[in-house]
């Protein structure tokens, strides 16, 4: 098996999705397309987007789950049947009741609309203690890293400067090719 550093797996800043911490969250989907678009076919697609102080500097992260998170109705109603889950509603049954409550609000298109105006520093992440990883740990330490913490990414970094990012979706696929290699290395009747 390879010994892997996270440098051999991550992806350069320069290929990832970016953009200004004052962009919109249109600006951001248009950002992480052109990326996909852009990146290496070979390998799994972009699934988040950088954001940049004026510095250039790596302020935060705006994975699907955001944006998507961020095109939900926010109102007290809804609040409201949300919260129903904490007195044992099913889910099924808060799913249900958010529909019919939805069937009366505004068209779904004029939120997102709304939503694709706002900031978004409005919904990104900022990357706590855990999500960074130095250039030359290993794919080991990494693995912890990102299981610990149930991390997506992990943001590395060459001394204080962000340089890339490291991705659940390409350390699986290096263990997992790293796996098979090995099995299939073994003579039969090997354990």
Do not use: C, W
Request: proline share 3%.
């Amino acid at each position: 098996m390879k010994n892997y550093l996270v440098k051999d797996l991550m992806v350069p800043i320069s290929e990832y999705a970016t953009v200004p911490e004052d962009a919109t969250l249109f600006e951001a989907v248009l950002a992480l397309e052109k990326a996909q678009e852009q990146f290496n076919q070979n390998r799994y697609s972009h699934r988040a987007v950088l954001i940049l102080d004026k510095q250039k500097k790596v302020v935060g992260k705006l994975s699907q789950m955001d944006f998507l998170g961020a095109l939900e109705p926010r109102d007290a109603n809804l609040e409201q049947i949300r919260n129903f889950k904490q007195f044992g509603f099913s889910r099924k049954a808060v799913a249900l009741q958010q529909e019919e409550y939805l069937k009366s609000s505004a068209p779904i298109l004029d939120f997102y609309s709304k939503a694709a105006r706002k900031k978004v520093t409005e919904y990104m992440q900022r990357p706590t203690e855990g999500e960074y990883v130095d250039e030359n740990a290993s794919l080991d330490m990494a693995l912890h890293q990102l299981t610990a913490g149930a991390n997506l990414s992990l943001l590395v970094t060459r001394g204080a400067e962000i340089v890339g990012v490291l991705r659940l979706a390409d350390v699986f696929a290096a263990v997992y090719h790293s796996m098979k290699e090995s099995e299939l290395q073994k003579t039969p009747g090997e354990a």
